[in-house]
């Protein structure tokens, strides 16, 4: 007896529980709108239900089987977010700006046995499961054909409501997030329910929501189940206002008039939204979470004259999201702008609910806090990903010293907040989305003319950066750039897609021969 | 690899990660006050890990040894709440209003190695010490001697700071908190460090702490370690305003003037801080989380006049605390005093870490939400003790048919919101009819000349029992008894009238302010 056993105190971790208290606690208040329609959690909670019961009864989802989802930031996407999980299965959220071999190769390696997916996106997806072997994926349509009795919709309404169940294992797989690949193929992101369930309470405490929150859907719910608000705005009874697209008419609409009191965005979507509305000014402050790119200082200014309170995250699509906050000490409330936004621009510390971040010489050994000394970012805790799907060498490798390796090069300050020297060495970062450079060259390297390719990013106003290549040619041959851009749009995404291609007569490379990145990038500003 | 494995990605829960986070991200932010010192987040660490160093040694604490603490709200209870464990030890708080016997009972079952105790207490516990056999606890005496070498200060000053250890396993016990053993010797309801960072995380939502908050102490820490406060408080970089004393002076000072903006007590507290300064507002809203009797509607209208904004929690030692809460709906925002204070007066629901409340009869069938039906209030989840320390028959009896049994009966609201009705010990059956003693009390407190009420049963030839009350008067009032018959006649019926109203000067309570009432139900025998 003198060590507790667990039993009947021993309650699972699992975002579902959220659900199951908000539906009940918080039955009457809204829960969902979309701009057309919209759910109290009472309601939300029924069609959520519901969902579930198509997936076991008329999919005859196995325990353990993914469901993938090709969505927007559409109720559908929220309620799958809680159905799949909660019908036992596993969910694979889809961005939706890949190509249609991306798809493909996701489908395959995750062995979904179903897609739920938007009419927007059939042709992409359609042209994807030809490619694929074997019978494919079923999918189930979200859209135009709502009236259908095959579609979502259809589906939402013949099925008999089924209670969502908890896993009994909180270890247990709840999604699989595959990543855009820096080196290569995409990994499967693996997230349990127990460290989905830390991760949100973490939001919650960090973004400090509550049942009379309403927050805003700019970040997409495929970003790392959009870092875990799916779960936190729920735990807490707040409202979900979708918004399927960004359309900086309809956030300026929801912030103005709709009581919207936060939001996730990368700092394109925010330099966006300033640039589409000069002098607006929210009635209430707002919380903005950005991550992927520090702020600038103008960008700070602009926003908080906009009544927008802007807080830099730093997270991965292993570690759930951000599990790094830059926590405002209220110390700094006397420094200047200039002070404060340079503060402000570092990626900060871990959350409530995060291990330590720490910041490692190539011996795993702590790099002084000196804020100059650079080394790479690595993780653990209960918001680190167990793993990659499928894949032990790339788990292995990304754990290699018991940490998680973050690819983060930083520099560690004397208060403890890191900031980051180096993205990810290389990664190109555009509208919010990751580019892997690698991905973009071997692409171009398949190119009959192309010799060698190498891809950076060059800063841009509107998407934060773009990715522009510099190739070299085979002996003999030259370049058609109009032919080029076609053999390139068949194989990638358009974001993906270099915005320049340069012909040169060789790489800059380093004595050992590995291209120096750096000079090109510095070309490329120029 | 289809189930993550855990590993590097699974970290023990424990409160002990808050200190740790808060040491380094808050170094420079107030952590603690006491009215003489304070001390930086930077500065508790220290001495925490210095009373780790003392404990593991000087005392040459082994692994699991209990460690008793006898301490009002001062800054060492506080530090010995993250040194005890953190020093692999098991902290057991003793009430500080106990008798000499009571001690002696509970330091030989719960076998501490060691007590720290207040110099206040001096006489009371080495009374106990002469009650115990074989040569007892080491004493560390906290107070007036902090020169002395062998004092708690002096030991903080010569040990050796010690790095705080997490268990292995999250499951491990943290404390056991002695109930104050209403009926027969009191039992040990053990705490683990998963249930109490849990519960913590629960306390920083449901609360919205942030490091801008003050709490102050008027809750005893030694109360199912104040109510997890000592941990949520510290998790989020807030500030500690310890108060060894309930002392209405100081804490109208702490509210007026420190920026306090959390407070926990029991409604009696209340009502002394609010006899004690009529007419004070506090500057900005304050937080008041009361818990052991609901708030009577005219409590409340004082308290939102003085600008504290009182929320209803309700819980045992079994549930570290409060498990549930009076979740306050925005719905309610424009309903009229009267019936805000009827919906505030229930104990409400599971809070976002809690598993949902059940009412259920004596077969465990859950009654019907029909706000009428009374049943059992039972409890599960992370937040339930897993058990009575050395105890196996008291745990089999409490966790009979799988949940745990709070031996309150309330009914169950259609909204999903408990109410408590009676103690299940506390309830008066009149000719066969159970009478709500809270029901009663609630009608006597609505009454302009009354400040506090009990009701209990006395013994009658023709009924069974009787209610018959005890009150105490508002300062300046006088009780015209056929004015209040009246009064009461036109509230409730007949049958549960009390027979007798008599005026006390006080009500006798127990150290945590609860109203005994087997004291009153002994005297109306009498």
Known sequence: MDRPSPGVSDAPLSPLSFLARSADVWADRPAVEDGVRAWTYAEHHDRVRRAAGFLREELGMEPGARVATLLPNEAAMLELHYAVPGAGGVLVPLNTRLAGDEYAYILTHSGASAVVASTALRETLETALEHMDGPGPRIVWVGDDDASAQSYEGWLRASAPVDLQRPADERALLSINYTSGTTGRPKGVMASHRGAYLHSLGVVAEAGLTTRSAYLWTLPMFHCNGWAYTWAVTATGALHVCLPQIDTGRIWEALLERGVTHLCA???????MLDDAAGACCPAPVKVFIGGAP????????????????????????????????????????????????????????????????????????????????????????????????????????????????????????????????????????????????????????????????????????????????VTLRAGQALDQAELQGFMRARLAGFKTPKEVAVLDQLPKTSTGKIQKFVLRERARG
Chains 1, 2 share one sequence.
């Open 266 to 272: 990368a700092p394109t979507v925010l330099t966006m």
């Open 295 to 470: 702020p600038t200082p103008a960008l700070l200014e602009r926003a908080a004259s906009a009544n927008l309170d802007v807080t830099h995250l730093y997270g991965l699509t292993e570690t759930y999201g951000p599990l790094a906050v830059c926590a405002w000490n209220p110390g700094w409330d006397e420094l200047d702008a200039t002070e404060q936004g340079r503060l402000r621009a570092r990626q900060g510390v871990g959350t409530i609910v995060s291990e330590a971040l720490r910041v490692v010489d190539a011996q795993m050994r702590d790099v002084p806090r000196d804020g100059e000394t650079v080394g790479e970012v690595v993780m653990r805790g209960n918001n680190v990903t167990p793993g990659y799907y499928r894949d032990e060498a790339a788990t292995a490798q990304a754990f290699a010293g018991g940490e998680f390796h973050s690819g983060d090069l930083a520099v560690m300050h004397p208060d403890g907040y890191i900031e980051l020297r180096d993205r990810l060495k290389d990664v190109v970062i555009s509208g919010g989305e990751n580019i892997s450079t690698i991905e973009v060259e071997q692409a171009l390297s398949a190119h009959p003319a192309i010799s060698e390719a190498a891809v950076v990013g060059r800063p841009d106003d509107r998407w934060g950066e773009v990715p522009v290549a510099y």
